[in-house]
């Protein structure tokens, strides 16, 4: 399979040199492991989706340890929460031996508590996504669009992408999923995520969901955080400072990759998103989920926000940079009105940055204000 250079190369080497345990989390298939067999071929590699190293490890831990016991790649390790034990051993009896191990996951939820019990201070984290707009070849960035960035599917120019999808949810469910948590009814979750899918880019009704599931509140908290934990969804929370009470609170909901979006809604076409129900909404999951794996392969450690008031003021996006703020209005249309800005000139400071990205040219607009098509902002 052809590689894709990846934007995050260069923060894993100087992590690989700042700390003894690296691990990258991200979600099945998009392309932890590929990334570090091509980058780091003197590492041994040892996969835990393999059932012979599971068992290795759990019969004879140190044994194992002693086998794998120096630049090592352990991929998959939340299939053996125990080994993070061993490897806190192994790495305090050569604290600067940097580099030493390499763990990738994907599993967020358990591998950052793991961490926290027994690598805090040992390890630095990175996080993979699929490919952002930067690293995908031109030919294939607008189909991207609705049909996703999974490196493999890129590869291939999307063939067979209608038969991807199926086999990729069925293995997150039966891996993933059940590895995590006893979600009880399997075909109630399904439905769920079904559910999310045809709601992406709306605030998070937990009652509506419910109701419509015939489902309990709690469980669908459990199974939001469950989407989470495995990287399948994400929750972009509102954004307070100085604007007060009149913020509505409920997060909005996303998913990492828009290819699953339309696999669980039935998108099989470039018209039939471009002309569809959905073609606003899955636009702005796009742009919203390629910025937010701009700042993550970047190390930039901004933070995502939406605003919105109760009188129905809305700002789709704030990436709050600590020293400044974006603040950016998407449009799927190609058209400038000057009333697509009336939000963002409402609630911006002369400090921050303001951008409409859309789908048409570039316009001189206003000194803090930039009008621009959306992949000049991707490509900054």
């Not at 003894?20 to 298939?29: L, S």
């Not at 992408?161 to 069925?170: G, K, N, Q, V």
């Not at 997150?172 to 045809?198: E, P, T």
């Amino acid at each position: 399979m052809a590689y894709f250079p990846r934007i995050i190369e260069p923060h894993l080497t100087r992590y690989l040199q700042a700390f003894p345990v690296v691990a990258i989390t991200g979600p099945r298939q998009s392309g932890k492991s590929t990334l570090l067999q091509h980058m780091f071929k003197d590492y041994t590699y040892i996969t835990f989706d393999d059932p012979k190293n599971i068992e290795y490890f759990e019969t004879d831990p140190d044994g194992f340890m002693q086998a794998y016991a120096d630049h090592v790649i352990f991929d998959e390790v939340q299939h053996v929460p125990d080994l993070f034990h061993y490897l806190k051993i192994a790495v305090d009896k050569e604290r600067k031996n940097y580099g030493k191990f390499i763990l990738t996951g994907s599993s967020q939820l358990l591998l950052l508590e793991k961490i926290s019990e027994s690598l805090a201070g040992r390890i630095g984290l990175l996080t993979l996504l699929p490919l952002q707009y930067a690293e995908i070849p031109v030919g294939l960035s607008s189909e991207s669009i609705y049909k996703g960035a999974y490196p493999e599917l890129v590869a291939r120019q999307y063939r067979d992408s209608e038969l991807w999808y199926p086999a990729y949810f069925d293995t997150y469910i039966n891996k993933d999923v059940r590895s995590l948590s006893n979600i009880g009814n399997l075909r109630d979750f399904r439905r769920f995520i079904s559910l999310a899918a045809a709601n992406v880019s709306q605030t998070l009704d937990l009652s509506s969901y419910a109701k419509e599931l015939g489902i309990s509140v709690p469980t669908v908290k459990r199974w939001i955080s469950l989407l989470e934990a495995s990287y399948i969804i994400f929750l972009l929370p509102p954004y307070y400072k100085n604007f007060g009470k009149r913020i509505i609170k409920s997060p909005k909901l996303y998913f990492y990759d828009t290819g699953l979006v339309s696999y669980l809604t039935g998108i099989k076409t470039w018209d039939q998103y471009d002309k569809g129900p959905m073609a606003g909404s899955l636009f702005e999951n796009y742009l919203i989920a390629e910025i937010l794996k701009k700042e993550l392969h970047n190390k930039t450690d901004a933070e995502l926000f939406y605003l919105r008031t109760s009188d129905k003021a809305e700002i789709d996006l704030i990436v709050d940079k600590k020293q400044t703020r974006d603040f950016i209005e998407i449009k799927k249309s190609a058209t400038f009105t000057p009333r697509m800005l009336h939000t963002l000139e409402k609630f911006m400071t002369d400090k921050d940055q303001g951008y409409l990205l859309y789908n048409g040219d570039a316009i001189p607009y206003h000194q803090n204000i930039r009008v621009i098509h959306y992949t000049t902002y991707l490509r900054e």
